[in-house]
C-alpha cells in the first residue's frame, strides 16, 4: 500500500530533525534566551538617549523554546514567533497583540512599532540587549527574579 501524503511529509520531518540532531553545535533557536523570561531595565536610542520605564514589570518578553513567544508591553499582552537566523540574529514574526489604549507615557506604541526592526540580541553580564537596525537604539532586559 502506497503511504499517504500526510505520511510520506511526516517522514520527511522526522528525517530532517534526525539530521539535524546529528549536527555538533546546539540548536540556535536556544541560543541563551531560550525558555527565558526577561523584564525592560532601559531603552538606550540610536542619538545616546537614554530612557528607563517608571515600571520594569510592565514591559517583560518570554521566549520559549519551539520559537513562539509572549510579551507584556504595558497594558497589552501578545504572542508571536522568534528565530535566530545566525549567531546573534533575531527575527520575530508578527505579533497578534491586544489593542488596548495604555495611560500616557506607556511604551507600548514605540515597542510595537519597532518590534519588528530589531535585529541583533547579545547577553552580556546576564542581561539581554536587544538592537534596532541601523543603529536605530536598543532594549536593555534583565532576567525576571
Known amino acids: 500500500m502506497k503511504p499517504s501524503p500526510v505520511t510520506r511529509f511526516l517522514s520527511l520531518l522526522t528525517t530532517l530533525g534526525l539530521l539535524a540532531g546529528c549536527s555538533s553545535t546546539p540548536p540556535i533557536h536556544l541560543a541563551g534566551i531560550g525558555g527565558l523570561s526577561w523584564q525592560l531595565v532601559k531603552y538606550q536610542g540610536g542619538n545616546g538617549a537614554v530612557r528607563t520605564p517608571d515600571d ?23 504572542t ?58 536598543s532594549y536593555e532586559f534583565e532576567p525576571i527574579p
Request: proline residues 5%.
Open 56 to 78: 520594569r514589570t510592565k514591559y517583560t518578553v518570554a521566549f520559549k523554546n519551539n520559537g513562539n513567544l509572549s510579551v507584556r508591553f504595558d497594558c497589552n499582552r501578545g
Open 80 to 137: 508571536g514567533d522568534w528565530i535566530l537566523n545566525g549567531p546573534n540574529q533575531l527575527r520575530f514574526g508578527p505579533l497578534d497583540i491586544t489593542r488596548v489604549v495604555c495611560p500616557s507615557g506607556s511604551w507600548h506604541d514605540q515597542l510595537v512599532r519597532q518590534w519588528p526592526f530589531i535585529r541583533t540580541y547579545v547577553v552580556k553580564s546576564g542581561h539581554l540587549y536587544l538592537s534596532l537596525a541601523s543603529d536605530g537604539g
